[in-house]
DNA sequence: CGAGAAAATTTTTGATCAAGTTTGGGGCAT
DNA sequence: ATGCCCCAAACTTGATCAAAAATTTTCTCG
């Protein structure tokens, strides 16, 4: 059905932009954020031909954003020729915590330096959409506007390096989080939004950077809990 | 002098059975070693059709390679399709310094606590290579030796998350290492490796983990240094 | 009449697809 | 449980189409 008739134009947006961006390109940024939002879930196999077939699109630029996402620890070699979402164990998580712990405050503390008040109330928004998912139990909307918050203060920062590492931690622990709330409800989920905007607007870099290190810990420590949980459960099926 | 400082050979056996790696991994680790040795100058282009041609291998293999090393920043798009070896600016060296500080400690602590005498044995005889190497003015040797001194540091430390983010950073300012080399020869090249054995030796992980970054200060400064030479005269040029 | 710029043509390169080949693994028989 | 066989899925290639760069041509103006 997609590849019939004239190759142009893909069906979604008819009347866009003629900004032709390409497939292995789309298939990228939707693998992407299905991972992101743990719409693959843990230990879920990922085929070429399933990606073909669902995506309605050909074999090489599946297979270019699959091997994107590998490179970005998003997927995982399954020994041979297989291809998995990863399920994290202890030892990643301790890795995990400690690589936001050392990168995401000094991304905090040149986003204070930069960011214009126009940025800070974006942000603002986004927190205050946040609380209302959160409050609706809407688990969908919170890790969405979760991972904004966060992506937007990185790009206020302004260093694409940094970022780009940050983003590719975010892809491993990202369908944990998920996991995470399916476990313990929204409701049970602090953050440390409100100290880092306040931090920002005060222009106090170090008040910032500590608001983040303590928000990234008190996220991590929920994954690790409901991951040891789940490898305890595991281990009874497993093996 | 290579034959003291290539361990690296693969497979010695022609007719062993060949473990059948496939031809994308290999164009990868291929183009990867390049990039990261400074085989491809920054500012390079890269072409697809162009590694077919001089690979011998087919446009989808090729095309994934690219993609794998554009995700780990070996390779940079260049706005319309192409992609080119990237020229770090100043503000991309402030962030590459500041990640290694922050993560190849760490890597040197949990070396510390993992490495067998056997290991600190290797990685020291590495290290005499690399001297020898130096002495000679062998500026490709000196290049492959430390990586892999560090590389195998890393390997020790047992830390796959930290140890990829780590080698990709390798892969940013690898290109611009031997542009160092061929400014300032290898002479003017010094680093903390004896302290870092010595530190592993002693069992002492804070010490590994200063030397180690005593080390990255100490090279990306003359990255730096280069880099901003370099910027001065290209400017005469450009525009 | 010549020079420079804009337009058209050629050429090079990237993007996508479909067909052929190989391989690992699950299922079935022993 | 073990070993063989078949199939589905991965791997690879080459062809085809589109887009951008390079080159040539042509037109206009001084």
Same mark, same amino acid.
Request: glycine share 6%; with cysteine.
């Given at each position: 059905?997609?590849?019939?008739?004239?190759?142009?134009?893909?069906?979604a947006y008819p009347d866009e932009i003629p900004q032709r961006i390409p497939v292995h390109q789309?298939?990228?940024?939707?693998?992407?954020?299905?991972i992101l939002f743990g719409e693959l879930a843990p230990g879920q196999p990922v085929t070429i031909?399933?990606?073909?077939?669902i995506l309605g699109a050909g074999m090489t630029p599946v297979r270019e954003a699959i091997r994107? /996402?590998?490179?970005?620890?998003? #997927?995982?070699?399954?020994?041979? +020729?297989?291809? *998995?979402?990863?399920? %994290? =164990?202890?030892?990643?998580?301790?890795?995990?915590?400690?690589?936001?712990?050392?990168?995401?405050?000094?991304?905090?503390?040149?986003?204070?330096?930069?960011?214009?008040?126009?940025?800070?109330?974006?942000?603002?928004?986004?927190?205050?959409?946040?609380?209302?998912?959160?409050?609706?139990?809407?688990?969908?909307?919170?890790?969405?506007?979760?991972?904004?918050?966060?992506?937007?203060?990185?790009?206020?920062?302004?260093?694409?390096?940094?970022?780009?590492?940050?983003?590719?931690?975010? /892809?491993?622990?990202?369908?944990? #989080?998920?996991?995470?709330?399916? +476990?313990?409800? *929204?409701?049970?989920? %602090? =953050?440390?939004?409100?100290?880092?905007?306040?931090?920002?607007?005060?222009?106090?870099?170090?008040?910032?950077?500590?608001?983040?290190?303590?928000?990234?810990?008190?996220?991590?420590?929920?994954?690790?809990?409901?991951?040891?949980?789940?490898?305890?459960?595991?281990?009874?099926?497993?093996?």
């Open positions: 059905m997609a590849g019939v008739g004239t190759p142009r134009q893909l069906d789309q298939v990228y940024e939707d693998l992407r954020t299905r031909q399933g990606l073909v077939e994107r /996402l590998t490179s970005e620890g998003a #997927l995982e070699f399954q020994g041979n +020729r297989r291809v *998995t979402v990863p399920t %994290p =164990d202890t030892a990643c998580i301790e890795e995990l915590i400690f690589a936001r712990k050392a990168l995401e405050p000094e991304l905090a503390r040149r986003a204070t330096k930069k960011a214009t008040p126009a940025e800070i109330n974006a942000l603002e928004e986004i927190d205050t959409a946040l609380d209302v998912a959160i409050s609706l139990g809407d688990v969908g909307a919170y890790l969405h506007l979760n991972f904004e918050f966060h992506s937007k203060l990185y790009r206020i920062a302004d260093a694409p390096i940094l970022t780009s590492i940050v983003e590719s931690l975010w /892809l491993r622990f990202g369908p944990s #989080l998920r996991v995470v709330c399916g +476990r313990m409800g *929204t409701q049970n989920l %602090p =953050d440390k939004h409100k100290e880092t905007l306040a931090a920002l607007r005060a222009n106090d870099g170090e008040a910032a950077a500590i608001a983040i290190r303590d928000d990234v810990v008190q996220g991590m420590e929920q994954v690790r809990e409901v991951l040891m949980e789940n490898a305890q459960s595991g281990e009874m099926i497993d093996t």
